[in-house]
């Protein structure tokens, strides 16, 4: 993995961009979701969420989004540029960073004949899927999946589509403009061992070409060591972070899931 360079100033990041949650608190009809959740994410690097179910992490990105109030902080410092603060959807001290969001894969109906031509471009240019699509348009979602080696799935029926193609047109649509955050949940979900390694490399190759923020939610643990520069383990509050293997071999994790890890997997 790339070593990620991160400003020494008492300002903070200096010399790279970074996303910094300071404090955030979430709470919902009086029950708490998060509590003082605090962590950076920088520029080029790839940060993997863990946790159990209902631990928070959808609500996490959520708030990152601007879907969500929260309590606390988010600042986005861009390279070479003055913070910015995010807070309850405004935004000071600059524009609102750019956020790539690719949801949990959606199911589609097998004999559902919108093609991935016709499922892009009603979705970034608003064209009825019953009009012929323009040329222009074509070109435009044709090199969108170029970013992701997915040309040729530019024709093929969404229902068609496997689970990892899927995440290929999902990915290319978050990447409709280059975002400076990219947020996948559960990417991994749904997807062969052989599109598992694909996807994986496709984001390596992602955050490397465009210096991408890359911030993910897993459940595939096993993998984590051979992507994720950093884990976030996450269970309403942040119970560990920091490099793949130090997370996994920890006493919270262990608590958290009752499962030993080693480099390799379970023990």
């Known amino acids: 993995m790339r070593k990620i360079k991160h400003g020494r100033l008492a300002t903070g990041c200096a010399d790279a961009c970074c996303l910094k ?3 955030l608190s979430v709470r919902l009809q009086g029950d708490s979701i998060l509590e003082d959740v605090s962590f950076h994410l920088h520029c080029g690097e790839i940060v993997a969420l863990i946790g159990p179910n209902g631990a928070g992490k959808s609500s996490l990105f959520r708030s990152i989004l601007g879907q969500m109030p929260y309590r606390g902080s988010i600042t986005f410092s861009p390279a070479g540029g003055p913070a910015i603060r995010l807070a309850d959807g405004t935004v000071t001290g600059g524009k609102r960073p750019l956020v790539g969001y690719v949801p949990q894969a959606p199911s589609f109906d097998r004999g559902d004949p919108v093609s991935v031509l016709d499922f892009f471009t009603a979705a970034t240019a608003k064209w009825p899927v019953w009009l ?10 044709a090199a969108s999946l170029a970013r992701v080696h997915g040309e040729d799935l530019l024709d093929k029926p969404m229902g068609a589509l496997s689970g990892g193609q899927l995440q290929r047109v999902l990915l290319a649509l978050a990447l409709e403009p280059v975002p400076h955050i990219l947020i996948l949940d559960e990417p991994l979900s749904g997807v062969d061992i052989e599109g598992e390694h694909q996807l994986l490399e496709m984001l ?13 939610s897993t459940h595939d643990f096993a993998t984590l060591s051979q ?14 972070a920091g490099p793949p293997d ?22």
């Open 246 to 267: 130090e997370v996994l071999s920890s006493p919270e994790f262990y608590e958290t899931f009752h499962l030993r890890m080693g480099k390799g997997g379970e023990a």
């Open 21 to 23: 949650l300071e404090g």
């Open 227 to 240: 992507f994720a520069d950093k884990v976030i383990l996450l269970n309403k509050k942040v119970l560990k």
């Open 132 to 141: 012929p699509v323009p040329k222009g348009y074509r070109e435009r979602a």
């Open 204 to 216: 390596d190759e992602l955050r490397t070409q465009y210096d991408l923020s890359i911030f993910l």
